[in-house]
C-alpha cells in the first residue's frame, strides 16, 4: 500500500513528465513540408542587419515587402530613425530616414504613409491626410494599394491608397489590423467583437474577410472565423495562405498556417516577436536569415 508521501511524489513526477512531453511537443516542427516563413525576435533582426555592416541600436518595427523577398526594418542607426530595406535572397541593403516612428510599407526610398508625432494623423506622400479617431487602428497593405482603418466597437473601414479621403464601412463589428491584396481580392484581417446579451460579457475571435471591387463600392465574398487565432499577422503573397498566431497560454504562442481553401490549420511552432510568409526555396532547418532558428 502506497504511503500519502509517495502517492504525492508519483503525482509530482507524472506531471513534471506530462510538462516536459508538452514542451517538447512545442519545440518540434510538425513536419517538412511547410510553406516558407520568417520568425525573428528583436536582437535577430539586429543580428541580420550587423550581418550586411549596418548597426541599428534598437528595432521598433518589421514587415516584409510585397513580394516577401526582403524585410523593411524601423529602428535607430547612428542615433536617428532609419528605414533599411533588407533583401532576403541577397547581401543588399539600402538604407534612408524616416519621417516618423510609425511609417507603412514602401520601397526604393519611399513610405506608403506615415503617421505625425501625434499618432493622431496619418499622412500619405501626396500631402493628403486622414485624421484617426480615438484608439483607431490603420495599416497598408505590403503592396501599398489599399488601406483599412479598425475603430474600437463601431467597424472597419476600407479605402485605396491612391484616394485616402474615399473609404467604405466593410464591417460593423471587425476591428481590423492588417490587409493583404492579391490580384482582385482583398484581404482585411483583425479581431471580432461579441456582446453576450445575457451576461453582457464581451469576447473577441480573430477574423479575416475576403472583400472584392465591385463597381464604385466594395463587397465581402468570403468570411473565416478563427475563434482558436489571436491574430493573423500575414497572408501568403502567392498563395491562399494565412500566417496566424495562436492565442497561448503559458508555454507561450504558436505559429499556424491557416489554407483558407480547405479551412484547416498547421503547426509551424513557437511564435516569436516578428513573423512572415518568406521567399520561396529555403531550407526550413533555419528561419532563411542565416540565424539559427529556435526550434
Known amino acids: 500500500m502506497l504511503r500519502p508521501n509517495h502517492i504525492v511524489a508519483a503525482a509530482l513526477i507524472a506531471s513534471a513528465v506530462a510538462v516536459g512531453a508538452l514542451m517538447l511537443w512545442r519545440s518540434t516542427r510538425v513536419n517538412t513540408e511547410l510553406p516558407d516563413f520568417v520568425r525573428l525576435e528583436r536582437d535577430d533582426v539586429v543580428a ?16 516584409r515587402t510585397r513580394d516577401a523577398a526582403g524585410l523593411l526594418i524601423l529602428g535607430r542607426h547612428d542615433g536617428t530613425l532609419t528605414c533599411a530595406e533588407v533583401s532576403l ?7 534612408w530616414p524616416a519621417p516618423s516612428r510609425r511609417v507603412y510599407g514602401g520601397e526604393g526610398g519611399r513610405f506608403y504613409a506615415w503617421l505625425d508625432p501625434t499618432g493622431d494623423t496619418v499622412i500619405f506622400p501626396s500631402g493628403e491626410t486622414i485624421a484617426l479617431p480615438r484608439f ?4 497598408i497593405d505590403p503592396g501599398g494599394t489599399y488601406f483599412v482603418i479598425g475603430e474600437k466597437r463601431t467597424g472597419t473601414w476600407l479605402g485605396e491608397h491612391g484616394s485616402p479621403g474615399r473609404r467604405q464601412l466593410l464591417s460593423g463589428d471587425l476591428l481590423a489590423t492588417e490587409v493583404f491584396a492579391d490580384g482582385q481580392r482583398i484581404f482585411v484581417c483583425g479581431n471580432a467583437y461579441r456582446t453576450n446579451g445575457v451576461t453582457g460579457e464581451i469576447t473577441s475571435a480573430a477574423r479575416c474577410l475576403v472583400a472584392q471591387r465591385s463597381g464604385a463600392s466594395f463587397r465581402v465574398v468570403e468570411k473565416h472565423d478563427l475563434p482558436w487565432a489571436a491574430g493573423v499577422v500575414d497572408k501568403h503573397p502567392r498563395e491562399d495562405l494565412l500566417l496566424v498566431q495562436g492565442r497561448g497560454d503559458y508555454f507561450g504562442r504558436d505559429l499556424f498556417s491557416y489554407d483558407m481553401k480547405t479551412r484547416r490549420r498547421t503547426r509551424l511552432g513557437p511564435s516569436e516577436a516578428f513573423c512572415f510568409f518568406g521567399p520561396p526555396s529555403h531550407p526550413l532547418s533555419t528561419n532563411r536569415l542565416g540565424v539559427p532558428s529556435r526550434d
Open 48 to 63: 541580420l542587419l550587423r550581418k550586411r555592416q549596418v548597426l541599428f541600436s534598437s528595432v521598433q518595427q518589421v514587415e
Open 136 to 139: 483607431a487602428k490603420f495599416n
Open 89 to 95: 535572397l541577397t547581401e543588399s541593403v539600402r538604407l
